[in-house]
T-cell receptor
């Protein structure tokens, strides 16, 4: 069964450093999402891509976060500089437009900022 | 508003019992209501979903009951098993955008 791939699974960094997360969606899924999940809470959408275009980044802290999906396939989420409050699980999901629009989530990247 | 309110925050059930999680929403533009199950250290996975034109959907031990006029829906897990212990999220979806509830931590004791 096709799955969303994410790497790394775990990342420990010091504040003010730069970190990057990678996501490879299910083949053929045009829509890609990045979420942040703080421990004990539900995921919150950071950015949504349709192919290579950003369709919603209203909740993305643009002063330090950036996301790209240059060829409309895999995607990278970057944080620079990282802050203590960025410690969270970063989840990637993908879906096919139309139909049920079910989102399929990857295993996530757990970030710890020291 | 796109808020989805979920209760209870945590739930403890004995093996074989019924687990019930409730959700209420405000955004009438929601057109799809999935439930996701998340195990520790894993991403959420779709468990079951319903459209607002259906009042109930059952898949195995899992049933969604939907009350459109009250803007409420619930998940029932029959014959709960220790393997069902996880965090459950209800969501509302509008134009493909998920709005998650706060989550319910379910613990099923053997």
């Amino acid at each position: 069964e096709a799955e969303v791939a994410q790497s790394p699974r775990y990342k420990i960094t010091e504040k003010s450093q730069a970190v990057a997360f990678w996501c490879d969606p299910i083949s053929g899924h045009a829509t890609l999402y990045w979420y942040r999940q703080i421990l004990g809470q539900g995921p919150e959408l950071l950015v949504q891509f349709q192919d290579e275009s950003v369709v919603d980044d209203s909740q993305l802290p643009k002063d330090r976060f950036s996301a790209e999906r240059l060829k409309g396939v895999d995607s990278t989420l970057k944080i620079q500089p990282a802050e203590l409050g960025d410690s969270a699980m970063y989840l990637c999901a993908s879906s096919q437009p139309g139909g049920e629009e079910t989102q399929y989530f990857g295993p996530g990247t757990r970030l710890l900022v020291l | 508003q796109q808020q989805v309110k979920q209760s209870p925050q945590s739930l403890i059930v004995q093996k074989g019992g019924i687990s019930i999680i409730n959700c209420a929403y405000e955004n009438t533009a929601f057109d799809y209501f999935p439930w996701y199950q998340q195990f520790p250290g894993k991403g959420p996975a779709l468990l079951i979903a319903i459209r607002p034109d259906v009042s109930e959907k059952k898949e195995g031990r899992f049933t969604i009951s939907f009350n459109k006029s009250a803007k409420q829906f619930s998940l029932h897990i029959m014959d709960s098993q220790p393997g069902d212990s996880a965090t459950y999220f209800c969501e509302g979806t509008s134009y493909g955008k998920l709005t998650f509830g706060q989550g319910t931590i379910l613990t099923v004791h053997p």
